[in-house]
């Protein structure tokens, strides 16, 4: 049985898109696509049925990867369907417990995984400009070299 991890920022279009792309390139680069799910959510359906922005998907592609995910904001369901819900900030965090708070101990922030950043949210790049987006990637590829690092470690255990 997969390990179902959600990423989850406010809008769905450029963290979260972000983390799951990221993560799904590491994921199937080491041969773990029938072990490891992923996809994306936001905590609201501002933009549901949309592609990541288009500044993020450029960022993205100039490091190789695709976003190809769609926008769509979180259900109810997602809390008991997935077996780690990764946030991008207290915010999201917050939201997200909302939900369900009896399901906490599977949400987590992505910083909480970073090696090489001293962070502890990832800034929404929305507003900014090309140098938010850049940060967003730095930050997001530690942290998913070391969530698919722990993740490894818990399917040999298995």
């Not at 990221?22 to 029938?34: H, K, M, P, R």
């Not at 140098?131 to 530690?142: C, M, P, R, S, Y």
């Amino acid at each position: 049985m997969a390990i179902r991890v959600l990423f989850v920022c406010f809008g769905n279009i450029c963290r979260s898109p972000a983390a799951h792309g990221v993560f799904e390139d590491l994921v199937g680069a080491a041969g773990l696509s029938q072990s490891i799910e992923v996809d994306s959510a936001g905590t609201t359906g501002f933009h549901s049925g949309q592609q990541a922005d288009k500044r993020m998907r450029e960022h993205a592609k100039k490091r190789g990867y695709t976003l190809a995910s769609l926008s769509r904001k979180i259900h109810a369901n997602d809390l008991e369907t997935f077996d780690k819900i990764i946030v991008m900030d207290d915010k999201n965090l917050k939201d997200v417990t909302k939900i369900n708070p009896a399901l906490e101990n599977k949400i987590g922030k992505l910083t909480q995984y970073c090696t090489r950043h001293t962070i502890d949210h990832v800034p929404d790049p929305y507003f900014g400009g090309a140098a938010g987006f850049e940060q967003v990637l730095d930050i997001v590829e530690d942290a998913c070299e070391n969530l698919l690092n722990d993740l490894k470690h818990e399917i040999n255990r298995d």
